[in-house]
């Protein structure tokens, strides 16, 4: 599971990427709106943890951004303004949860497992190009109805690509969708991610083709 994590106080922080990481849940921790804004366009994430007071603005205003790129993503906000009137304007613009600081990290991980528990709202939603569909919901992709026995991490390629299926999508980009902010990648690392992929494809309806010095793009074979 990846999380993106918004806050700009590092000993919170800090604690809290220690706590999640201990259930083997991954964090991008992003200390601006702006750096958020950024991470938020790779849509790859299972659960946003949103703080209010940042640097550069309100947590809250990155939520319709959030909705857009991810409609289904669940938004809990971790904030001091904790009246009425602050947890309701969170709510209202589209968080799932709302939780006072300060709070046991026991309980916003049991909140976590509790709205991954609810179904959502929206059922299931599928990009498909030809004979590939990739279910954003389940984070899966099959073709013809078989599912294609992806790592978890390969299954986040072929999302970037579909999204922009067609165009090509920048080597940059495509580290960003696949690996964490603090993951160390070696300069073949997206080659050798993609070239299995293509292996997984091949003789299908969909490749992946290489365009030199840029990246890649996703097509329907004609
Ligand atoms: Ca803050």
Do not use: W
Request: proline share 3%.
């Amino acid at each position: 599971m990846r999380v993106l994590l918004v806050e700009d106080e590092t000993d919170m922080a800090r604690a809290l990427i220690a706590a999640l990481g201990r259930q083997d849940i991954s964090v991008d921790h992003a200390a601006t709106l702006e750096i958020a804004g950024e991470a938020a366009l790779n849509g790859v994430y299972d659960v946003a943890l949103l703080d209010r007071k940042l640097p550069d603005g309100d947590g809250l205003s990155l939520i319709p951004l959030l909705r857009r790129v991810q409609e289904g993503l669940p938004i809990i906000v971790l904030s001091a303004l904790s009246s009425s009137d602050h947890r309701v304007a969170g709510l209202d613009i589209g968080a799932d949860d709302y939780i006072s600081k300060p709070f046991s990290t026991d309980e916003l991980l049991a909140r976590i497992r509790a709205i991954l528990r609810r179904p959502a709202q929206l059922g299931e939603t599928f990009i498909t190009l030809g004979e590939l569909r990739f279910n954003l919901t389940a984070r899966c992709a099959e073709i013809n109805g078989v599912l294609l026995n992806l790592t978890r991490r390969e299954t986040l390629a072929p999302e970037a690509l579909m999204r922009r299926a067609g165009c090509t999508v920048s080597r940059s980009a495509l580290e960003e969708a696949i690996y964490g902010f603090d993951d160390e990648i070696a300069s073949n690392a997206l080659d050798t991610h993609i070239s299995r992929l293509r292996g997984k494809l091949a003789g299908g309806e969909v490749a992946i083709h290489a365009i030199k010095g840029l990246g890649y793009v996703i097509r329907a074979v004609s």
